[in-house]
């Protein structure tokens, strides 16, 4: 049961269609979003990178380790939210557009245009909220396990490669960040992308609480983890 009644396609139905129906609807939709991807990458490891900086050199003058790692790697993430938050709903909406047979969205320009003339600066802020719980948790979450990990796989399997100790702290952290953080991003994504469901019954400025709410009311609490599949890919 998705999240908006009637015909039509509900929040609680899959957005992405094949790679054959996508294209039968005028491009190639896969790569739809590519150019706000990469300014986006840009712009998000530019500020984790100087944000973790300076994150870790605030922490490090309080607490060491574990509480070290973790500020910093939530510091770097909370700004990064922040500051590009437009560019992400701005990728998201172009990505999702295909799925309802109409193209609202082109390029990075007209669509941060487009969600300013039609929603104001909130519209360009929706989901910040989600956000700013799953990102800095996620980045804390990446960092401290890969610290950890790194360390517990040299120590378990020294004769192995130092980079093969590397990979495998970054993938495992990886997947616990993503399991523990993926219905945050659930929810987010539902929020930016609600304008496209018109006949749903939540309000466009829904607040993250109502969301949850209203996914596991209506789908269930496996509902929070879709898309983790892809997450881990």
Known sequence: KGLSGGRGLGLGQRVVSSPRSMEERGGFYPLKGTGLLYARVVATSSIKGTGSEASLSFASQEVRGFMRSLSAGAGAGAICTCLCAPLDIAKVRTQVQGSTGRLRYRGLVQTLNKIWRDEGLAGLYKGLVP????????????????????????????????????????????????????????????????????????????????????????EGWLAFYKGLSASFL
């Open 131 to 218: 956000a700013l719980c799953t990102v800095p948790l996620f980045w804390g979450i990446y960092w401290t396990s890969y610290e950890k990990l790194k360390l517990h796989y040299a120590q378990e399997y020294p004769d192995s490669s130092p980079h093969l100790h590397h990979i495998g702290a970054a993938v495992t952290a990886g997947a616990i960040g993503d399991v523990i953080t993926n219905p945050f991003w659930v929810v987010r994504t539902r929020i930016q992308t609600l304008i496209f469901h018109k006949q749903s019954h939540l309000p466009q400025d829904v607040g993250m609480i109502k969301m949850f709410n209203s996914i596991c009311a209506n």
